[in-house]
């Protein structure tokens, strides 16, 4: 070797240090964590992969663990940020990330449909369901119901609903038992539950009466799904509506504190999404995760994470109250500014009085 | 017949039609996709269209300014129908109320109520832009709105790829079926020369009979103009025959009256030097005299090929009359005959003809047996058709092929002792291909010769 390549060595070798040190640095948005996981098998050979994601470190890492098994050549940066600054930075067009992972799926279509998605095809992504892909550049990884979880105290003595129209009759007919102790998303500050509201709306006529409901039951609302579920569970709320996650929590059973109350009319199935940019410098190797992250293997993974079987295909085949919402251009349509300003003031004119 | 330096009539045919066939395919392969490509985009018009209409319907007012309310339909009914990126807008002259604000407009406006659509590149693809103009009252004028709906033509390209790919099987298909049909024409339109041919090629050295084929009117001068040909040598052929014929009889008669003289004279004379040149003249007049007597054969043969009077024969007593003719000679020169003759062989055949043949094979082997040997005589079945076969245990062949022995005039080397014209075998032969038979000969197998006259079996 030169003297010129190992100054160059070292150069390489300092730059990627600094690199580590300084996480997040000229992304230029605001994130939420960052960490990198070293290659497993060491070597200076490594690639780096980056994932940007609105998922929880926590949730994510033993999928990123899993994937260095088998790409022990491969190191991981993996940076969370809300969905909001997943798409701002993925827009602002400057190639930075591999791959980006997000539950916001109307954010995601708007992504792919503006063009910032590259095409990947692969026997894998070829296996999925149409409503579950879009356009060999959007693919869904994991399947989530939007639930009604509901306090077992608060619901004692009472059918718990099994349908929209019956929650409503049941508020109607208990005020004074649910009065304050009804929980569901601030569709202002929350892009998911928007979404939600949105997906409601399409579907079902009774949920503008349920929302009006809501507000004379001064409904909290919330940012986020855990909140509420923890106060579901601590006996502050009496039920909360549209929650995720609830199928991940494992104290919440039949013989708990707060339990999963299934809506037959229908239950939405939010579906979360991954896509490599378009500016990826990693293609390939982008392509290789993405398999991952749809393979048998990795739903093995979270049936292990969640202690049970992850919802596919077959289950929404298989049972009719599961609505997956639709990966497509119809997305768009609540993105719209003005739709939004509409729906969000009509929404706010029933929930808050 | 010469080189067949005009080419094959029917490559020619074939290819002609071949290249019709190719055009045509070419031509249903350009159909098929023009207006598969016209179905695919008044399709993709028309659901771009009814979006753009969704859209601008919903369109209202809250007194001072335009309202939208995308309805979710508008925007999902292109989603139904291909993974198509999907772009709007909606704006009126000053501004872009909602959407993609730098989607572009139509060279020119659409006139209030109407749609144009017109193609685009956005974003880097190629897109389908559907253009809607709506007037709407806004306080107390009204204000013009344009809407507009674009969906990349990923999915239209699918759609024509697909049926440009089975329009191409269409076309390969239509071409290879009209190919085989015309190839399959071409064969059958050929067939009645082919037919000509392979009859001129299997008839008989001596059958100059008019053409029996029933030929195409195209084909009909052709065949006049043989037949024509064949009549002409057929009249050739009779005058030389006839020729030889008299050649040979004027020939005979004045060496029948020499002999006559010379045996006379060959009594009369004691001088032995006269005597001996007497009894070789009587030798030459004998051999001219066979020489004669064979040309007419030949002649009488040859002439009867062409208008044979085929009756059906029964080997064996043809064989053993034949035989008995043969009886004094072969006492005289001391010969033994066996004959083996297996019974019930009956060929169709002109009886004069084959007697002649089998004549000239007995004389054959009589004049080259020495005394006291055998001439054996066999006739049975064999392949389809009846064997018969003459031996001798004479000298045998020498100095000769055996191909060569049946042409006329031709001797072997070994037998300038004996009277004969080199005709005998010829006229054998010339039997044989007239009744489509076959005729050899060999040597047998340890000495002396072996002929052997294959003849087709009558139907029994």
């Not at chain 2, 974003?123 to 004028?141: D, F, K």
């Not at chain 2, 001596?206 to 002409?232: H, K, Y």
């Not at chain 2, 009886?327 to 002109?350: F, I, Y």
Request: contains cysteine; aromatic residues 6%.
């Amino acid at each position: 070797m030169t003297v010129r390549a190992h100054l160059l060595h070292a150069a390489s070798l300092l730059a990627a240090a600094l690199a580590w040190l300084s996480p997040g640095v000229g992304l230029g948005f605001d994130i939420e964590e960052e960490h990198v996981f070293p290659a497993v098998g060491g070597g200076s050979r490594s690639s780096e992969l980056h994932i940007l994601s609105t998922t929880d470190l926590d949730y994510f890492e033993p999928f990123v663990q899993a994937f260095q098994q088998s790409r022990p050549d491969v190191s991981i940066r993996y940076t969370v940020a809300s969905s909001r600054a997943v798409f701002e930075a993925v827009s602002a067009d400057a190639g930075v990330a591999d791959v980006v992972v997000s539950s916001a799926m109307d954010l995601q279509i708007k992504l792919v449909n503006d063009g910032y998605a590259a095409q990947h095809d692969s026997a894998v992504v070829q296996s999925l369901p149409d409503w579950a892909r879009w356009r060999s550049e959007l693919f869904a990884y994991s399947l989530e119901p939007v639930s009604l979880v509901v306090s077992a105290a608060a619901f004692e003595g009472l059918d718990v609903p099994t349908d929209r129209q019956a929650l409503f009759e049941l508020l109607s007919a208990h005020p004074e038992r649910f009065h304050g102790r009804i929980g569901t998303y601030d569709i202002t500050r929350s892009g998911a539950g928007y979404l939600f509201a949105t997906q409601d709306a399409r579907r079902s006529e009774t949920w503008s009466r349920l929302m009006q409901r809501f507000g004379e039951l001064d409904v909290k609302l919330y940012c986020c799904s855990a909140d509420m579920l923890d106060d579901v569970q601590a006996g502050r709320l009496a039920l909360a509506y549209n929650v995720v996650g609830a199928y991940a929590r494992a104290s919440l059973g039949s013989d708990s504190a707060a339990f999963i109350a299934p809506l037959d009319d229908f239950t939405l199935v939010l579906q979360r999404t991954v896509f490599i940019p378009r500016l990826s410098r990693r293609r390939a190797l982008a392509g290789v995760f993405v398999d991952y992250l749809l393979s048998d293997k990795a739903r093995a993974l979270q049936a292990e994470i969640a202690g049970a079987a992850p919802i596919d295909a077959r289950t929404i085949a298989a049972t009719p109250r599961l609505r997956p919402v639709g990966l497509g251009p119809g997305l768009l349509v609540y993105l719209d500014r003005m739709k939004r300003e509409r729906f969000t003031r009509s929404w706010q004119a029933a929930v808050q009085r | 017949m010469g080189e067949p330096a005009a080419g094959s009539l029917a490559r020619r045919l074939s290819l002609e039609l071949a290249a019709i066939a190719a055009l045509l395919s070419v031509l249903l392969y350009l159909a098929v996709r023009s207006l598969s490509t016209e179905a695919a985009v008044t399709t993709h018009d028309g659901i771009l269209g009814a979006s753009v209409e969704a859209i601008a319907e919903q369109l209202g007012t809250d007194g001072s300014g335009v309202l939208v309310d995308l309805p979710y339909g508008a925007l999902a009914m292109l989603g139904a129908v291909s993974d198509d990126r999907v772009f709007y807008r909606i704006t009126t002259a000053r501004e872009t109320l909602t959407g993609y604000d730098d989607l572009p407009l139509p060279e020119r406006l659409p006139g209030p109520g109407e749609t144009t659509f017109f193609n685009e590149s956005y974003r880097g693809s190629p897109v389908r832009i559907a253009a809607l103009s709506r007037r709407i009252t806004v306080g107390s004028g009204s204000l013009g709105v344009v809407t507009l709906v674009a969906q990349t033509l990923d999915g239209q390209r699918d759609i024509v790829a697909r049926v440009a790919g089975r329009a191409t099987l269409l076309g390969a298909g239509s071409f290879a079926l009209a190919g085989a049909l015309g190839a399959l024409a071409v064969a059958r339109a050929v067939a009645p020369l082919r037919r000509v041919a392979s009859a001129l090629e299997r008839r008989g050295a001596q059958d100059l009979t008019p053409l029996a084929e029933p030929l195409p009117r195209e084909l009909a001068p052709l065949g006049a103009a043989l037949d024509g040909f064949i009549g002409r040598l057929d009249a050739s052929l009779e005058r030389t025959e006839t020729f030889i014929a008299e050649a040979a009889h004027h020939v005979r008669t004045p060496l029948a009256v020499v002999r006559t003289r010379a045996e006379t004279a060959l009594r009369q004379s004691g001088d032995s030097d006269v005597r001996a040149t007497l009894r070789a003249l009587v030798r030459a007049v004998d051999e001219s005299a066979r020489s004669a007597d064979q040309l007419l054969e030949h002649a009488m043969v040859t002439h009867r090929s062409e208008r044979m009077t085929r009756e059906r024969l029964a080997i064996d007593d043809l064989l053993h009359r034949l035989l008995r003719s043969f009886e004094p000679l072969v006492e005289l020169r001391d010969l033994q005959m066996r004959v083996t003759v297996e019974a019930g062989l009956h060929t169709v055949a002109d009886r004069v003809q084959i007697e002649t043949a089998l004549r000239n094979l007995l004389d054959n082997a009589l004049k080259y047996s020495s005394a006291d040997s055998l001439i054996e005589v066999t006739a049975h079945r064999d392949h389809g058709g009846i064997l018969i076969s003459v031996r001798d245990q004479g000298r045998g062949l020498q100095g000769i092929s055996v191909d060569r022995l049946t042409e006329r005039y031709r001797r072997g080397s070994n037998v300038a002792d004996v009277v004969g014209s080199g005709l005998g075998l010829a006229i054998v032969s010339q039997v044989a291909s007239a009744h489509a038979g076959r005729f050899n000969i060999g040597a047998a197998p340890d000495r002396g010769t072996i002929a052997c006259l294959w003849l087709p079996a009558a139907h029994s």
